[in-house]
């Protein structure tokens, strides 16, 4: 087995993986854990914009 035999069987692997991880993540099972997940950055920033303005007003 040569060099690009083996490059063709990577190169291939890798593309059944991507595929596969494609399909997993598209999967009807996982929407709702990635629409939690999603929703994450926007409950910390709601928590640390509420935290901030109570920290200003007690210095006001």
């Known amino acids: ?7 063709g069987l990577w190169t ?3 593309l059944v993986i991507f595929i596969g991880i494609v399909v997993w993540a ?3 099972k996982r929407k709702q854990g990635f629409d ?3 929703h ?7 928590l640390e914009s509420s ?4 920290k200003r ?3 006001d």
């Not at 087995?1 to 490059?7: E, G, I, K, N, T």
């Not at 935290?51 to 109570?54: L, V, Y």
């Open 1 to 7: 087995m040569d060099v690009a035999v083996f490059h």
């Open 12 to 14: 291939g692997a890798l």
């Open 26 to 28: 598209w999967s009807g």
């Open 36 to 38: 939690e997940a999603a």
């Open 40 to 46: 994450i950055p926007l409950a910390d920033d709601e």
């Open 51 to 54: 935290g901030a303005e109570s």
């Open 57 to 59: 007003n007690e210095y």
